[in-house]
């Protein structure tokens, strides 16, 4: 399951959609959630504002979520991502891996991160009070 | 027509984030298009010289000697820094 959105999320309210979406298949559950902190290479950030490519977000999110399930035989896999404005200590992305075993589920959930980092069409731009940057 | 795009820091250098246009005669790959493109003017000449820009064909991650048809979307994007 797959989610691009401004709002936020209730991590415990994701968490056990996906537990009753397992209905007793799992045995060990994952999550990551990513928050927005409030400095960043030595700047105080007042407020981060979160672009992305719609429709490719998605793919790309749907692809990363897929390559998990196959290659950990996951049971389960929840990516969350919001956009927009957002403030320092906001939620900004939610990822759990739920598994048989509870290794898979730990790698899973890391490489899900990971993948999104580096694959995933998002542009952070911050709002310091030195200036707006994009960040590299 | 082609639906060209372009998002954050390449977005607000060019003005734009997303067009239409009829394709070129004789431009048939990513290279060409971007070349095309930097033809309009200084801004269009210097944003799209970034050796770090990534290009996608259809919402796909493509290199530059990648084909263009009619009806394709293509984008232009710096290094994405999500998560």
Request: proline share 5%.
């Amino acid at each position: 399951m797959i989610r691009v959105q401004q709002a936020d999320f209730d991590p415990g309210a994701e968490l056990e959609t996906q537990r009753l979406r397992c209905a007793g298949r799992a045995g060990a559950v994952v999550s990551f959630t990513g928050l927005v902190r409030d400095f960043n290479d030595g700047a105080t950030v007042a407020r981060l504002a979160l672009e992305h490519y719609p429709g490719m977000t998605e793919k790309v999110l749907q692809k990363i979520a897929a390559d998990a399930i196959g290659k950990w035989q996951l049971v389960d896999a929840v990516i969350i991502h919001r956009v927009g404005p957002l403030d320092p200590n906001d939620r900004i992305v939610f990822v759990a891996a739920a598994s048989a075993h509870r290794r898979d589920a730990f790698r899973a959930c890391e490489h899900m991160v990971d993948a999104l980092k580096t694959d995933a069409p998002f542009w952070k731009r911050e709002d310091t009070p030195q200036g707006r940057r994009w960040l590299r | 027509m082609v639906r060209l795009r372009y998002f954050a820091s390449l977005r607000e250098a060019l003005g734009t984030g997303d067009e239409r246009l009829e394709l070129p005669e004789g431009i048939t790959t990513v290279a060409q298009l971007t070349a095309w493109l930097q033809t309009r003017g200084a801004e269009w000449q210097q944003a799209l010289a970034d050796p770090r820009l990534h290009t996608a064909r259809n919402q796909s991650v493509v290199k530059a000697d990648a084909p263009v048809c009619d009806g394709d979307e293509i984008a232009w994007f710096p290094p994405v820094t999500g998560g």
